[in-house]
């Protein structure tokens, strides 16, 4: 299950009422997907196609159509787990698929800003945006193993969701401003800035975590010892 599947960290910038409410909004929405055929771990494939497609025109310096399939690809990507609760056919494969499907998919996006700014001979874009996907990366590997040892480990102010609304809002902005150029001018200011806050957040995120992991390991093993006999 994805960061915007799960119930939010502590300290994010989306609260977790707005969540809810998108959550419980989008299921209407993947039952109809659901009553065409579309299994929920088809939507999940349907989502990664959204973001194959959302690379190749960042690729193509397309900014603003990027923009938009990235926020359009962020709520699609609820569909598949509201159409697995809704239906019962929750399961951990289905749980595998979804989460390896974002990850992927984000890698992807990343992997066409990254191109569009070579193509555009922007260097710094070609940096920030390489910074911003291992800072992602680093977010949700270092979720993974906190609960892969028992711990919680979603706080932090840029999970996904906040991740997807920061760079939908650079891209979109990045083509009205005129698309990005070699200089640090016209569109290319806006882009560089969101993927650097985007590295920021993320490894801001990333030591959250680490703390709040490190925090919840000596609770539980001062709790064990105060318990021995």
């Not at 993947?30 to 973001?51: C, E, M, S, Y």
């Not at 910074?131 to 979720?143: D, G, H, I, K, P």
Request: aromatic share 6%; with cysteine; net charge neutral.
């Amino acid at each position: 299950m994805t960061d915007s599947q799960k119930p939010a960290g502590d300290q994010s910038f989306i609260p977790p009422e707005a969540r809810a409410k998108v959550r419980s909004g989008a299921v209407p929405i993947a039952l109809a997907f659901g009553r065409l055929g579309i299994t929920p771990n088809g939507l999940t494939v349907i989502g990664f196609g959204i973001a194959i497609v959302c690379a190749v025109l960042a690729g193509a310096e397309q900014w603003v159509l990027a923009g938009l399939l990235v926020v359009g690809g962020g709520v699609f990507d609820l569909f598949d787990g509201a159409l697995a609760r809704a239906t019962g056919q929750v399961s951990k494969l289905g749980a595998f698929f979804d989460s390896t499907f974002d990850r992927w998919g984000e890698a992807v996006i990343y992997v066409g800003v990254v191109y569009g700014c070579a193509r555009a001979g922007f260097e710094l874009g070609v940096l920030m945006g390489a910074l911003a996907m291992a800072s992602a990366f680093l977010v949700s590997y270092a979720r993974a193993k906190a609960e892969n040892i028992g711990v919680r480990g979603d706080i932090g102010i840029a999970d996904r969701t906040v991740r997807i609304v920061i760079l939908t809002l650079g891209l979109i902005v990045t083509g009205l401003a005129g698309g990005v150029v070699p200089e640090l001018e016209r569109g290319s200011v806006w882009l560089a800035s969101a993927l650097g806050a985007i590295a920021v957040m993320a490894t801001i995120t990333v030591i959250q975590r680490i703390l709040s992991v490190r925090s919840q390991v000596r609770a539980a093993d001062a709790a064990a010892t105060a318990n021995q006999p």
